[in-house]
């Protein structure tokens, strides 16, 4: 079974250039086309079953209109077969659905939290929504859980992974490094656009990358590529 998670970004003018941390993030090698994903991983083929979370991204200067046009859409794939708890967490963390954290009583969803690191052409790293600095964050499971496995390595452009301090310290924060639990499918656009942007020292965006929607979707029927709310 595998789930589509669409997320959504909203970029607006970073006025603290000094925090840095390690948060997740997506691998962006623009010379691999999403084409190769079904080559090496077969699996990704003729899914029977269609999952997804979605969010939306805009730029705009912080104190314009928080109406801004949409920046644009990611979606990505579930390993959930393969890696379940660790899936399992990430659709949670977009649905909202867990609702307060037992470590650290905030809302367990991605929706309001930046990507507070870009390397171009290596990551994108977000998930921290408790400090969205890299420094915080938690799993629905309260704190920390275990590396699922490692089944799937990193071989591949637009992977998604977890990001962490060291064996077992999973949270929220997701990375193109550690476990590798699904990738995006869709979005490759607003990822080169967030990668594009100008950051400082501690490749912190001078414009906040901030998810202002997510959630999932699923497919209108099992066979067609069509996503509903």
Request: charged share 20%; glycine share 8%; aromatic share 10%.
């Amino acid at each position: 079974m595998h789930s589509f998670l669409i997320l959504s970004i909203l970029i607006t003018p970073n006025e603290n250039l000094n925090i840095y941390s390690s948060a997740s993030c997506l691998c962006q090698c623009h010379h691999l086309q999403s084409t190769h994903h079904s080559r090496s991983h077969p699996h990704l083929v003729n899914l029977s079953f269609h999952s997804c979370c979605y969010s939306s991204v805009t730029n705009y200067p912080r104190h314009s209109s928080p109406f801004a046009p949409s920046f644009g859409r990611i979606v990505f794939q579930l390993f959930s077969d393969i890696c379940p708890k660790t899936s399992k967490n990430f659709l949670c963390l977009c649905t909202g659905e867990k609702r307060t954290g037992k470590v650290t009583g905030k809302k367990l969803c991605y929706k309001g939290s930046t990507f507070h690191r870009v390397v171009k052409n290596f990551m994108i790293q977000g998930g921290d929504f408790t400090e969205g600095n890299g420094r915080g964050g938690e799993s629905i499971y309260g704190g920390y859980f275990e590396d699922e496995n490692f089944t799937l390595k990193h071989d591949r452009a637009f992977l998604l992974s977890m990001a962490n301090r060291g064996k077992d310290t999973n949270g929220s924060q997701f990375f193109i490094v550690h476990v590798v639990f699904g990738l995006v499918i869709s979005g490759f656009e607003v990822i080169k656009k967030i990668e594009g942007l100008k950051t400082d020292s501690a490749s912190r965006p001078y414009a906040d990358v901030r998810v202002v929607d997510c959630g999932q979707l699923i497919t209108k029927s099992a066979n067609d590529g069509i996503f509903s709310n």
